[in-house]
């Protein structure tokens, strides 16, 4: 699609179908849905539709940016995301590989209590690169929980070599689930946890493809990529009820 917001974005995947609250229900996934922008040139935007339901609510969001090899901003990329015009808040950006200038990154958003419906969570950046194998993926996952109030804690990351798969392991609780977002140059496929979306474009970076997968464990809950012989990032959160 084109760069303006007023664009759906490419769709290769299908969300899930939004998910009713319940009442007296705990910590649940609600929508989760993805899109992209190929060549998207030094500044733009897109949409993705998701879904936001409950009295207690949760976005995360996950944008990964694949900058062409030979023509790297050097992480002077600019990206920023909102949901119904109201600004997410950035936890942590995390190269693709151990090198600066390694040609992607993932960055990991989130917003509390998102306006409820189906809104757009619109991914933005400035300052990018413009070749043409360059990549923007962008998607969230929705929570709710009609218990209690919802947060986060634990933010870990880790970056990959090529040879090895992005693979973090997250401190968290029964009831708890962990999310992530990855990046990969050649396959983000998720091979432990669940995957929630998953769009791989292009090998032209070391993050021309990205996922968002969940899990959940008593104590530690993992989540790992496919080692595609490329090098790679990944972001992960605790999302848990506060009482």
């Known amino acids: 699609p084109s760069a303006s917001p007023s664009q759906s974005p490419s769709a290769s995947q299908s969300p899930s179908a939004s998910v009713s ?5 705990g910590l649940t996934i609600n929508d989760y849905n993805s899109g992209q922008q190929t060549a998207p040139g030094a500044s733009g ?7 936001v ?19 790297r901003p050097d992480g002077n990329v600019i990206i ?10 950035g936890l942590l950006r995390k190269e693709s590989g151990s090198d600066a200038g390694d040609s992607g990154y993932g960055e990991l958003f989130y917003l509390v209590n998102p306006d409820t419906g189906t809104n757009n969570l619109t991914i933005s950046w400035v ?11 962008g998607g969230g996952v929705s929570f709710y929980s009609e218990v209690s109030a919802l947060n986060i804690q634990t933010l870990t990351s ?8 992005p693979t973090i392991t997250v401190g968290t609780a029964t009831g708890h689930i962990v999310v992530a977002g990855l990046s990969e140059g050649t396959d983000a496929a998720v091979t ?16 021309g493809n990205a996922s968002m997968a969940y899990n959940t464990g008593a104590a530690n809950a993992t989540i790992t990529g496919t080692n595609d012989g490329d090098k790679g990032a990944i972001i992960g959160i605790d999302v848990y009820e506060t009482s």
Not at 127 to 137: A, D, K, L, P, R
Not at 158 to 165: D, F, H, K, M
């Open 80 to 89: 920023s995301a909102s949901y119904n015009g109201d600004p997410m808040t």
């Open 127 to 137: 300052n990018g690169g413009t070749g043409g194998q360059t990549v923007v993926i």
């Open 192 to 207: 432990v946890g669940t995957s929630l979306w998953n769009r791989n474009v292009n090998a032209g970076s070391s993050a």
């Open 158 to 165: 880790a970056s990959n070599e090529a040879g090895s798969a």
């Open 21 to 25: 609250p319940s009442p007296g229900a």
């Open 45 to 51: 935007s897109f949409n993705v539709p998701i879904a």
């Open 53 to 71: 339901n409950g009295t207690n609510r949760l976005l995360v969001a996950y944008v990964s940016y694949g900058e062409e090899v030979g023509d």
